[in-house]
């Protein structure tokens, strides 16, 4: 009985299934018929209307998806670097522009002074240290600025645009200047009133190192009335300018065998006492062929009626020029048309260096310099009367400001050095007096100049001298180097 019943409910177990299966295959066949009859309905094309005027609704959804965008890009403007890390510049488009010739160049950054205020030197700073108080392990001064982190980022860019194996290093003759501006958070730097003597009251902007110097001076207490962190933006910051500067520097050593050249231009009082200068006829073909302003300088400097028969160091300082270099043929021919230029000057050595400033300065206090000078007595003098000074040696000056230059330089007394002299008699009224010196007035030390400079030739002869002719024979200065002929 048992079995018979079980055999029982398997039979109608399997009918109700293939019944379940049979109503829904017919369910399928239902919705097959359907989505067929839907397919096969034509669709009416859209109407004109609808191409050409939007409805209101959709107008309106575009410009309030349009208006979520711009309020989305705004509020991602970053309250610390104020936007100069989310775009970058062009900056190798400009240089290309402006045709320099370099092959270095030094990315120089001018940032609005409020980013000393925002960035973690002081307010983000602030906050994180307010945020995390105990669990903060770095110190303001392991933060990178973000001046430092636009440069790190630029430089591989900016080298990579421009090409050529140009590369970007922190010394440089050709400088690419990169200023920003933020008008809309100038008022971050307000605070800085509070500290007077940080700024001048009369200018309208605080400067970056005065928002530096009232930050080291406001206490962290008092700063803290101000947004930290500071106020979201509403705009990146904007470029102001991309300047590109080169400086180059021409170096050599000059001639001069004229009494009538002054080195520079000479002019009294606005009028003009010498027609040229030994400044101005090495400058004219230099300046023919690379049209830049420029700057000379040179180791010490000679009166106008005295000659330079050793070589003088001289640097001339070419400002922004656009072609800057020149290869060792190109230099060589502009040494000669300098020189073919006048009779009055000559030029060697002539080269391309860096630092030369510093150098000049060191040749025209610290090293020594031989003079030859024609020398009147107003006694008749033997021969023998002149051979003590050859036997002199270290002699101290105290030479009190000349009265020729009083003009312009200070007063006071300086203590000069003659290492050596040696005399050439001519006649009882003439002798050749040679001399090797420290820097100081020759002129002075024969005639005495009132009694300004002590001792003095006059005090040694015990008789009235005075310098008639005046020879600059070396200039000891093993710089520039030399170049062979």
Partial sequence: DTLKELQAF?????????????????????NKSHDAAVS??????????????????????????????????????????????????????TVKEEKYEFDTLVLSVSLPAQLCVRELQHSCWLHVKKEVEKGLVLDKDD?????????????????????????????????????????????????????????????????????????????????????????????????????????SVFVARYNKFCRSLPQTPWVIDGERRMESSVEELIAAPILSAFRADFNFSSSGREDVDVRTLGN??????????????????????LQETINKSSEKIRVR????VSEAMSRMKEGEEEKTKSYTALIWTQKPIEREEITFIDDIKELTLDQKTPL???????????QRVIHSMNTRFLDPHHFYLGLKTQ???????????????????????????????????????????????
Wanted: net charge negative; with cysteine.
């Fill in 143 to 247: 933060v990178i600025q973000v001046k430092e982190a636009f440069k790190w980022i630029m430089q591989g860019l900016v080298a990579k645009e421009l090409g050529r194996g140009v590369a970007v290093v922190t010394r440089s003759a050709f400088e690419v200047g990169v200023e920003f501006i933020h008008e809309a958070t100038d008022s971050d730097c307000h605070f800085a009133s509070a500290c007077p003597d940080c700024f001048k009251p009369t200018k309208n902007k605080q400067t970056g190192m005065a928002v530096v110097k009232a930050l080291e001076k406001i206490s962290d207490a008092r700063f803290l009335h101000y947004p930290c962190p500071p106020a979201q933006p509403s705009s990146c910051c904007s470029l102001q300018d991309v300047q590109c500067v080169h400086v």
């Fill in 40 to 93: 096969e309905a034509p669709e009416e094309p859209p109407t004109k209307r609808v191409k050409l005027e939007p409805s209101g609704t959709d107008a309106q959804s575009e410009e309030d998806a349009a208006a979520v965008t711009l309020k989305e890009e705004e509020s991602s403007v970053c309250v610390l670097c104020l936007g100069i890390l989310h775009q970058f510049c062009q900056i190798a488009e």
């Fill in 312 to 333: 003088r160091p001289f640097a001339m300082e070419l400002l922004n020029p656009h072609k800057s270099r020149l290869n060792r043929a190109e230099m060589k021919q």
């Fill in 439 to 485: 820097a100081g007035y020759i002129k002075e030390f024969v005639h005495g100049d009132f009694g300004r400079t002590k001792p003095n030739l006059c005090e040694l002869l015990k008789t009235d001298t005075d310098i008639l002719e005046l020879d600059v024979e070396s200039v000891d200065v093993d710089w520039p180097p030399a170049i062979p002929e």
């Fill in 404 to 414: 020729r230059v009083l003009h312009r330089r200070a007063l006071a007394v300086r």
């Fill in 349 to 352: 050595d002539l080269q391309v």
């Fill in 10 to 30: 398997i039979c109608d177990t399997e009918n109700s299934k293939s019944q379940d299966s049979a109503a829904s295959e017919a369910t399928d066949e239902n």
